[in-house]
């Protein structure tokens, strides 16, 4: 397994929250505050999620040989807190199932839209545009919390439209209002968004981008928010999020997320973890390394990559980092924080181009299905749980943990893809 450790792009700065926040929202900037209360007062704020806990489950690996060379076995009660050092742990790892966190807005499409949704409301934003894949979890995500919350989303698609509409395809089109953009218009994402938000916004509406919520930019756009009362009732105020919710703004579901897991009852604070996470966009794998590093835990994020370079994941790295900086106060927390043992680049053990499927690996998440009752995709959670299992073989230690990011509705995506991986399935 080739391993990537991370590097820590440090910046300080002071944060411009004045022109978004509430009294209640504001962080205030202290040398004295460690970095444990920095975090609580940054996610002292209105949530999306009513909770942050989602099931924490136990599988246990057997090994065999050929076809069956693993077995696994699920505990849905396992022993937590202190109890997990009394338990035989054996060959096994926790999962967390971020996928049970709603039926159609879950995995890490929840958590990086925990801390942005209470915003838009609290601005009342009418319109989101973003954009994505023609099978994006992400979109459809953003669709369903929009209609949840009687705002208008504009889904902006790359490709061509299905001949059948199926898995996030589907629910993106009956939440959201679709648009399919050629991919080389798609491959300008910025001009693309922008260019469609103006259009959604009219000539007297106002267009922000995730990021001016916090950072407070654009203070032309933010005088037309203030000043919403007053602006005719057909204005609309238009909020563009990147691809994969990919924004700083995404991290604090993970700050969240994070400080939930390290209370004495489940995980604590002093058990070294080896965490386990697929990465995307890597956003996710991001936000639970900074957290982790900030609130002191003996924590290793390993972070699969799917669909790009070590390069790119580190460049994202880097800007994520840099941008949270900035909208945040970063000296309590960020001067000396050094992210390279903290984060793994690893490649997924079967590497190949982002998209396409194996032959055996739908088998395989059949078999993880019939044997634990936990769905993974062979696009993404796959890659995840084989490197979980991997880690348990030799991991004495550290206990594991893999964040299940959601993402199963595209396994019908995938089935109209890949008919012949699905139709010859056997036991």
Not at 3 to 16: D, E, I, Y
Request: hydrophobic residues 40%; contains cysteine; glycine residues 8%.
């Amino acid at each position: 397994m080739k391993v990537q450790r991370s590097t820590f792009l440090a910046v300080t700065g002071k944060s411009n929250l004045h022109h978004f926040h509430s009294s209640s929202q504001r962080i205030p900037i202290s040398s004295e505050l460690d970095s444990r209360e920095f975090v609580s007062q940054l996610l002292d704020r209105k949530w999306g999620l009513q909770s942050p806990a989602s099931p924490i489950q136990q599988i246990s690996v057997s090994y065999g040989k050929g076809i069956d060379k693993f077995s696994f076995l699920n505990n849905t009660r396992p022993h937590l807190g202190d109890e997990m050092s009394k338990s035989k742990q054996g060959s096994s790892f926790y999962i967390l199932r971020d996928d049970l966190l709603h039926p159609l807005v879950n995995g890490n499409k929840a958590r990086k839209l925990d801390a942005l949704l209470p915003l838009v409301e609290d601005h009342k934003v009418t319109d989101l545009v973003t954009c994505g894949g023609c099978q994006s979890a992400h979109t459809a995500a953003v669709a369903v919390s929009c209609a949840e919350r009687g705002l208008r989303s504009h889904l902006l698609l790359r490709g061509e439209q299905p001949d059948v509409l199926t898995g996030y395809n589907l629910v993106s089109t009956m939440y959201g209002n679709v648009q399919y953009v050629p991919r080389s218009r798609y491959a300008n994402r910025e001009e693309m968004l922008r260019t469609y938000a103006d259009l959604v916004a009219g000539e007297d509406g106002s267009v922000l981008w995730a990021k001016d919520i916090v950072e407070g930019l654009e203070s032309m756009n933010v005088a037309k928010m203030d000043d919403f009362p007053s602006m005719k009732t057909s204005s609309r105020k238009v909020l563009i999020v990147n691809e994969g919710s990919g924004d700083a703004l995404a991290l604090l579901g993970m700050f969240r997320l994070v400080q939930h897991l390290s209370q004495d009852h489940l995980l604590g604070k002093k058990r070294p973890v080896k965490f386990v996470v697929d990465a995307g966009t890597g956003t996710t794998a991001v936000g639970l390394g900074v957290a982790a590093m900030s609130l002191g835990l003996p924590w290793e994020i390993n972070s699969v990559m799917l669909a790009d370079t070590l390069k790119n994941y580190k460049r994202h790295e880097d800007r994520l980092i840099a941008e949270f900086t900035r909208q945040f106060p970063s000296s309590v927390f960020c001067s000396g924080l050094d992210m390279n043992q903290m984060i793994k680049w690893i490649d997924r053990q079967h590497p190949r181009k982002f998209g396409k499927v194996l032959e055996g690996e739908v088998e395989m998440c059949r078999k993880i299905a019939q044997e634990t009752g936990v769905l993974v995709d062979p696009m993404y959670t796959l890659a995840a749980w084989e490197t979980a299992t991997e880690l348990v073989q030799d991991e004495k230690s550290s206990i594991v943990v893999m964040l299940h990011t959601g993402g199963t509705l595209g396994m019908f995506g995938l089935a109209q893809r890949y008919k012949s991986c699905f139709t010859n399935l056997k036991d």
